[in-house]
């Protein structure tokens, strides 16, 4: 038996005792686990870290497309155009019974063609510039059919309309506002289009539906407020709806042609309502209303016929009841 040796405490005499009994009992080794260096999923203290999973999906990361800022900087702009209109429109009225022509005259309607037509190339300049994915290197794919300047261009057109119809100090505010709205309303829509996913893909088209009815209503009743000559108005709203039908025909599948000619169509049966709505003795806004009922029948069933091989039953039900209502309620009250 080996005695332990006194280690000069007061508990030594135990501490030997202790050791004697270890002697008889088997020896058990234990390891020490050797001290390594922190993993990489460890700070220096031992604290787990979170690891690195990388960077989020593309998915989820904001794109900050080029054209949109531009396309406030255009709406801006022709909104600031008609304000000046609207100031220059607020003087004494003549005898004149258009009442687009009783403030106007040829320096007003050149400035006005220059802002519609500035509206339009900016905004499809816009538009071009956002395809390109300037500046975020992710860009849609551009349109085979350039039709980014139609919604601007015509609210832009609404607003001067406006503007030299009723020609007061109110439309210093609503014309420009109009005009603003319309143009960059119209750009936003398309960009959430353009951008949306499936799951949002519903929203962006409730929207683009409600911006471009918006302006086609303000553009017809702007028409029809002045009691303009037949061959006149028809031309007109014709050339208004036809257009805003090629706008709403961007949703569709169908290609440059067909959706040209279903414009054209569509222009075709917008003239025929002005002319039988000329004979309506009615107030403006509603002849404005009656005149939206029957571009939202025309667009929505050529819609329908881009987006599916064949107009379903459904489809006319649904337009044709829709038509039906609004127009009698329009009658009732009118």
């Given at each position: 038996?080996?005695?332990g040796?006194?280690?000069?405490?007061?508990g030594?005499?135990?501490?030997?005792d202790v050791?004697a009994?270890?002697?008889s009992a088997p020896t058990?080794?234990?390891?020490?686990p050797?001290?390594?260096?922190?993993?990489?999923?460890e700070t220096a203290a031992?604290?787990?870290i979170?690891?690195d999973l990388g960077?989020p999906?593309a998915?989820?990361q904001?794109?900050d497309?080029a054209g949109?800022?531009?396309?406030?900087?255009?709406?801006?702009?022709?909104s600031?155009v008609?304000?000046?209109l609207?100031?220059?429109a607020?003087g004494?009225?003549?005898?004149?019974r258009t009442p687009l022509?009783?403030?106007t005259n040829g320096?007003?309607?050149f400035?006005a063609?220059?802002a519609v037509v500035?509206?339009?190339?900016?905004?499809?300049?816009?538009?071009r510039?956002?395809?390109r994915?300037i500046?975020?290197?992710?860009?849609?794919?551009?349109s085979?059919l350039?039709?980014?300047?139609?919604?601007?261009?015509?609210?832009t057109?609404s607003a001067?309309?406006?503007?030299?119809?009723?020609h007061?100090?109110?439309m210093?505010?609503?014309?420009?506002l109009v005009?603003?709205?319309?143009?960059?309303?119209?750009l936003?829509?398309?960009?959430?289009?353009d951008?949306a996913a499936d799951?949002?893909?519903h929203s962006?088209?409730?929207?683009?539906t409600?911006?471009?009815?918006s302006?086609?209503?303000l553009?017809?009743?702007a028409?029809?407020?002045n009691?303009l000559?037949?061959?006149?108005s028809a031309?007109?709203?014709a050339?208004f709806g036809?257009l805003?039908?090629?706008?709403?025909l961007e949703?569709g599948s169908?290609n440059r042609?067909r959706?040209?000619v279903?414009?054209?169509?569509?222009?075709?049966?917008?003239?025929?309502?002005?002319?039988?709505?000329?004979?309506?003795?009615?107030h403006?806004?509603?002849g404005?209303?009656v005149l939206l009922v029957?571009?939202?029948l025309?667009?929505?069933?050529?819609?329908a016929a881009?987006?599916?091989s064949?107009i379903?039953?459904?489809?006319?039900v649904?337009?044709?009841?829709?038509g039906?209502?609004?127009?009698?309620i329009l009658a009732?009250?009118?």
């Amino acid at each position: 038996m080996r005695v332990g040796t006194s280690r000069f405490s007061p508990g030594g005499r135990r501490e030997r005792d202790v050791e004697a009994a270890t002697d008889s009992a088997p020896t058990v080794v234990q390891v020490e686990p050797a001290t390594s260096s922190p993993s990489p999923t460890e700070t220096a203290a031992g604290v787990p870290i979170r690891p690195d999973l990388g960077p989020p999906g593309a998915g989820a990361q904001p794109v900050d497309q080029a054209g949109s800022g531009l396309g406030l900087v255009v709406s801006v702009a022709v909104s600031l155009v008609v304000f000046v209109l609207a100031i220059y429109a607020s003087g004494q009225a003549t005898a004149n019974r258009t009442p687009l022509l009783q403030t106007t005259n040829g320096v007003y309607w050149f400035v006005a063609a220059l802002a519609v037509v500035g509206a339009g190339v900016g905004a499809q300049y816009a538009e071009r510039v956002a395809s390109r994915g300037i500046g975020s290197g992710i860009g849609r794919t551009e349109s085979t059919l350039a039709t980014a300047w139609i919604v601007p261009s015509i609210a832009t057109a609404s607003a001067v309309l406006l503007v030299a119809t009723f020609h007061n100090a109110l439309m210093m505010a609503v014309g420009p506002l109009v005009a603003f709205l319309g143009n960059a309303g119209a750009l936003l829509s398309r960009d959430l289009l353009d951008d949306a996913a499936d799951s949002s893909q519903h929203s962006a088209t409730v929207i683009h539906t409600l911006v471009v009815h918006s302006v086609a209503f303000l553009a017809l009743s702007a028409v029809y407020l002045n009691k303009l000559p037949t061959p006149v108005s028809a031309t007109l709203v014709a050339m208004f709806g036809g257009l805003l039908i090629l706008e709403t025909l961007e949703r569709g599948s169908a290609n440059r042609s067909r959706r040209v000619v279903y414009a054209l169509l569509g222009s075709l049966a917008m003239a025929q309502a002005t002319i039988a709505l000329n004979w309506w003795l009615t107030h403006g806004w509603t002849g404005g209303a009656v005149l939206l009922v029957c571009f939202y029948l025309a667009g929505g069933v050529l819609l329908a016929a881009t987006q599916r091989s064949s107009i379903r039953s459904r489809d006319l039900v649904e337009f044709g009841l829709v038509g039906f209502v609004a127009l009698a309620i329009l009658a009732i009250t009118a």
